[in-house]
């Protein structure tokens, strides 16, 4: 049973445009939510996190929405850039269990 | 800070080998998480340790995986005798000053290849 999914396998968008990264999850008892990205040959790293209090967090290029209705989270990439380039990983997490689990990624290619 | 430090970054092994990877987290980070990564199962908790004391290990495949935490600065992960499935890529992850619901820090993994 995958708790955390991430549909889409790859995304590819336009410098400058808008990339969509989605995430669903099933399990209600996860109450924070991170995106981690990830360059080749490198371990993944934080991008940016939200807590199930809250339906959005910025930093500035990335926003990360929350719905918790429909146990689903997304983030928004604004403006894309090549550097974006990477496997981005939604991590959800029960902060009582101390662990997140993570979806199996997507790749984010921004072509220049 | 030098981060969390794997080594080896790279190792192969023939099949039936022990192998040991090792893992120094960050300094005063009490959480340590042991993942592994494949195209298959993407990426996938093993084992989580905290203050030194695995709390989870739910996720370790089989008895041939163990891990251990002997001090608050070095864990292993040890696969004995090692199989080509084993063949992955293994992080570890700390994370700080007692909270849950802050962002773990990666290692650079260790890309383990069974043959």
């Known amino acids: 049973d995958q708790q955390v999914k991430q549909n889409s396998p790859s995304l590819s968008v336009q410098e400058g445009r808008i990339s969509i990264l989605n995430c669903d999850y099933t399990?209600?008892?996860?109450?924070?939510f991170l995106w981690y990205k990830k360059y080749p040959a490198e371990g993944p790293t934080f991008l940016i996190s939200?807590?199930?209090?809250?339906d959005k967090n910025e930093d500035g290029r990335f926003t990360v929405f929350l719905n918790k209705s429909a146990k689903h989270l997304s983030l928004h990439i604004v403006p894309s850039q090549p550097g974006d380039s990477a496997v981005y990983f939604c991590?959800?997490?029960?902060?009582?269990?101390?662990?997140?689990?993570f979806g199996d990624g997507t790749t984010l290619t921004v072509k220049p | 800070d030098a981060g969390v430090i794997q080594s080896p970054r790279h190792e192969v092994t023939e099949m039936g080998q022990e192998v040991t990877l090792r893992c120094k987290p960050i300094?005063?980070?009490?959480?340590l998480f042991w993942y592994r990564q494949t195209m298959m199962r993407g990426l996938e908790l093993l084992i989580y340790?905290?203050?030194?004391?695995?709390?989870?290990d739910s996720g370790m495949p089989e008895d041939r995986f163990s891990a251990k935490m002997p001090n608050a600065s070095f864990s292993t992960l040890k696969i004995q005798p090692s199989e080509p499935r084993d063949s992955a890529v293994y992080f570890c992850?700390?994370?700080?000053?007692?909270?849950?619901?802050?962002?773990?820090?990666f290692g650079q993994g260790t890309r383990l290849t069974v043959v």
């Open positions: 992850a700390s994370r700080g000053h007692g909270r849950r619901d802050t962002e773990a820090f």
């Open positions: 399990n209600s008892m996860f109450d924070y």
């Open positions: 939200i807590s199930s209090i809250k």
């Open positions: 991590a959800a997490a029960n902060t009582n269990a101390g662990k997140s689990t």
């Open positions: 300094s005063g980070h009490n959480s």
């Open positions: 340790f905290n203050n030194n004391v695995p709390i989870d």
